[in-house]
C-alpha cells in the first residue's frame, strides 16, 4: 500500500493568516493526490483533486501544488470556516489511502 | 443536485448482522462507481470498498476484504454495505461516497455518515 504522511498534524493559526500543510506519499503518485476539509461534526469535503484543480465551487483561497512524492495545499487567507481537519488521499492506486489528517485550530 | 443519503445510526451486538444503506439522487446511478470510506471514533479516514452498479464489479481494501460485502440495487439507486457477523473493532462512522475517476478516483460527494456501534 502507498503510505501518505501528513504535516504537521496539527497547527495553530488566525483569520487572515496563510498556512500550508504537506503531504508525502511513500511513492511516486505523479499528480494523483485530492485533499478533504473536514469539519467537526461533518462529512468531509472535496477541495482540491489531481494535485492542483480546484473543485468546482470551492473558494480561490485554496490552492495545490506537488507532484510524485511531495505535495502541498496552501489556504490564505484563512477564514474561519477553515478550521477543520485536513486530509491528502492518493488516488493513484487501490487501496485507495489517506494521510492521517492535519488539524488547524485558531491561535 | 447529487445527493447521498444514508440510513440511521445502529446499535449492534457483537455477532450480529447489519447492512447499511445509501439512497443516491440526482445523477445517473449506473454511470459513476459508489464507494465506502470508514472513520472510528477520533481517527482518520479508510477506504473500504467501491462498487460499479452497471455490473456490480467491486473493489475492496485487503484491509477489509472478507469482513464485508458491498452490493448495489439499480431499480433503488441503492448501495449497500453488510457484515455478517460484526465486532466491537467495527464501530465508526461509515460514509457513503461517489467516486469520480480522473487521475485515479476522488471522491466529490459524501452521505451525512451512518455511526455504527458494536457494544454488548
Known amino acids: 500500500d502507498i503510505q501518505m504522511t501528513q504535516s504537521p498534524s496539527s497547527l495553530s493559526a488566525s483569520a487572515g493568516d496563510r498556512v500550508t500543510i504537506n503531504c508525502r506519499a511513500s511513492?511516486?503518485?505523479?499528480?494523483?493526490l485530492s485533499w478533504y476539509r473536514q469539519r467537526p461534526g461533518e462529512a468531509p469535503d472535496l477541495l482540491i483533486f489531481?494535485?492542483?484543480t480546484l473543485e468546482t465551487g470551492v473558494s480561490s483561497r485554496f490552492s495545490g501544488s506537488g507532484s510524485g512524492t511531495d505535495f502541498t495545499l496552501t489556504i490564505s487567507p484563512l477564514q474561519y470556516e477553515d478550521f477543520a481537519t485536513y486530509y491528502c488521499q492518493q488516488t493513484y492506486t487501490t487501496p485507495i489511502t489517506f494521510g492521517q489528517g492535519t488539524r488547524l485550530d485558531m491561535k | 443536485e447529487v445527493k447521498l443519503l444514508q440510513s440511521a445510526a445502529e446499535l449492534k451486538k457483537p455477532g450480529e448482522s447489519l447492512k447499511i444503506s445509501c439512497e443516491a439522487s440526482g445523477y445517473r446511478f449506473t454511470d459513476d462507481w459508489i464507494g465506502w470510506v470508514r472513520q472510528m471514533p477520533g481517527k482518520g479516514l479508510e477506504w473500504v470498498s467501491m462498487?460499479?452498479?452497471?455490473?456490480?464489479?467491486?473493489r475492496y481494501s485487503p484491509s477489509f476484504q472478507g469482513r464485508l460485502t458491498i452490493s448495489a440495487d439499480r431499480s433503488t439507486n441503492t448501495a449497500y454495505l453488510q457484515w455478517r457477523s460484526l465486532e466491537a473493532s467495527d464501530t465508526a462512522l461509515y460514509y457513503c461516497v461517489r467516486p469520480i475517476y480522473s487521475r485515479g478516483y476522488y471522491f466529490d460527494r459524501w452521505g451525512q455518515g451512518t455511526l455504527v456501534v458494536v457494544s454488548s
Open positions: 462498487i460499479y452498479p452497471s455490473d456490480s464489479d467491486a
Open positions: 489531481d494535485a492542483a
Open positions: 511513492e511516486n503518485i505523479r499528480v494523483y
